[in-house]
């Protein structure tokens, strides 16, 4: 069992930036992906980055903003330019796998952090 502990997050003004951070107990050999939720809407795809770290993947709305990186067993999202949308719960997520493809839907990820709350404000 994998257990992926999330830290960062918080609140900051429109325009400024954030890092979150998710590490997992175990192992290495997994892709990671960051999903946000805000009240009233379903989940949704922000970021992911394959087991290797040589490949990554972005949402459209936060593509040239935000920034997906891991080392070992952590995997970080530096959130910059940040807008009041962004306003979410934001999960990270992983998959064992050592391909290269990595997944936006939530189905396709085994684990899950708790959650932390990122608020914008304008």
């Known amino acids: 069992q994998v257990q992926l502990v999330e830290s960062g997050g918080g609140l900051v003004q429109a325009g400024g930036s954030l890092r979150r951070s998710c590490v997992a107990s175990?192992?290495?050999?997994?892709?990671m992906g960051w999903f946000r939720q805000a009240p009233g809407k379903e989940r949704e795809f922000v970021a992911a980055i394959s087991w290797s770290g040589g490949r990554t993947y972005y949402a459209d709305s936060v593509k040239g903003r935000f920034t997906i990186s891991r080392d070992k067993n952590s995997v970080y999202l530096q959130m910059n330019s940040l807008k009041p949308e962004d306003t979410a719960v934001y999960y990270c997520?992983?998959?064992?796998?050592?391909?290269?493809?990595?997944?936006?839907?939530?189905?396709?990820?085994?684990?899950w952090g708790q959650g932390t709350q990122v608020t914008v404000s304008s």
């Open positions: 175990t192992r290495t050999d997994y892709a």
């Open positions: 997520a992983a998959r064992f796998t050592t391909a290269q493809a990595l997944g936006d839907s939530p189905r396709w990820y085994d684990y």
